[in-house]
């Protein structure tokens, strides 16, 4: 009789243990972001090691949930590491609390190199809407065809100690002060939110910034204005001021101090005081950039090569061009969006019916800072 009890005592063990991993191995399967295989069964191993099956299915179009227009959210990454897809990961996350949980508008991430599936799945995993994914050429994201670099490096030798004096932070300005927007994955897209990864909207968005441009004519926006330093910069304006006077055509109302941008970016003298809008976060519609004048403007900055020989940075660029072509009413100020730039610069809502619902104060906003140039264009 104990024999017989003993040997049903083992079959019950070997049928409980062989349910569970049944279990595990079902749970592990469906319910993961991936697929979660065991290369060894965890029964007869201390260390189980796993082999993870990622998936990624590219959207065959983005869809939008707006009928009025279409519209992206649009980032560059450059390396694919644990840090960047953290930071990108947290600030995905920030937006779809604050807004586009409701709305579900598209992603187009933007990238040097191949992405691997698992990097495409997590990011993908953040949003109910579609997430693409594309490549940046080594063409644009680099030297230009007559870029000395021999000189650059000197220039980079020149400013060492300056924020941002690299290589790569120069290949980004470039990208992004103008080449990006020819990419075909904006084709179709009317207006984009750029956004930083690593920086987060502390506030609870209750309208569309989409259709507010739309429906405002707006072409540009921004939300911190600050200055740049004179010393990566100096003979920037100078080469402004040479495109303008090849092309006036495309600068009637500049000159006229109610309607100019370009009037609050400069000092009693005529100089460029070094006012400049970040785009960090920044919403704007896309045939601005794509718009002939604006990329003649880059091509001849491009052509100049401030950007490798001095420092000149794409949101520089970007304002100057913005000042050149659109008037103040083209461009907008979200002074009820909050945004915090990775733990250091912040805007917050100084309206209290938002900011009490912020995780952000008014009195922290980088617009009280001496170094805020926001006062220039209320």
């Known amino acids: 009789m104990a024999f017989i009890y003993k040997s049903l005592l083992i079959r019950l ?171 075909e994955g904006l084709n179709g897209i009317d207006y984009f939110w750029r956004f930083e990864p690593g920086t987060e909207y502390p506030c609870p968005i209750d309208f569309d910034p989409f259709q507010y441009m739309k429906d405002n004519h707006k072409q540009f926006s921004f939300s911190i204005a600050t200055y740049e330093r004179q010393e990566t910069i100096p003979s920037l304006f100078k080469s402004v001021i040479k495109f303008k006077k090849q092309h006036p055509e495309w600068a009637p109302t500049i000159d006229k101090p109610e309607r100019s941008l370009l009037a609050a970016m400069l000092d009693d003298q005529g100089n460029y005081n070094r006012c400049y809008f970040w785009n960090n976060f920044q919403i704007a519609k896309t045939s601005f950039f794509r718009s002939p004048q604006y990329q003649a403007f880059f091509n001849f900055i491009d052509q100049e090569e401030g950007i490798f020989y001095e420092r000149w940075s794409d949101p520089v660029i970007q304002s100057l061009a913005a000042a050149l072509f659109l008037n103040r009413h083209q461009v907008h100020f979200w002074k009820e969006v909050g945004y915090h730039y990775k733990f250091s610069y912040l805007y917050c809502p100084t309206e209290r019916s938002i900011w009490e619902k912020c995780s952000c104060r008014p009195e922290n906003s980088f617009d009280k800072d001496g ?8």
């Open 13 to 183: 063990c070997i049928i409980t243990t062989t349910v569970c991993l049944l279990s595990f191995i079902a749970l592990s399967f469906f319910t993961s972001l991936h697929q979660t295989i065991p290369a060894n069964i965890p029964l007869f191993s201390s260390i189980p090691v796993y082999r993870n099956k990622w998936q990624y299915t590219p959207p065959t179009h983005l869809s939008q949930p707006n009928p009025q227009l279409t519209a992206a959210y649009i980032t560059f990454i450059h390396e694919e590491d644990r840090q960047t897809l953290g930071d990108l990961r947290a600030t995905m996350r920030s937006i779809e609390d604050m807004f586009n949980k409701n709305h579900s508008y598209p992603y187009i991430i933007f990238s040097t190199k191949d992405l691997s599936t698992e990097y495409k799945e997590l990011i993908s995993s953040m949003t109910q809407g579609d997430v693409k994914f594309e490549k940046i050429s080594n063409n644009d994201f680099g030297y230009g065809n007559k870029t000395d670099q021999f000189r650059a490096f000197l220039s980079r030798k020149n400013l060492e100690g300056t924020a941002d004096n690299t290589e790569e932070f120069r290949f980004k300005s470039r990208l992004m002060a103008g080449l990006l927007y020819n990419h």
């Open 371 to 378: 170094l805020s140039c926001l006062y220039r264009f209320e």
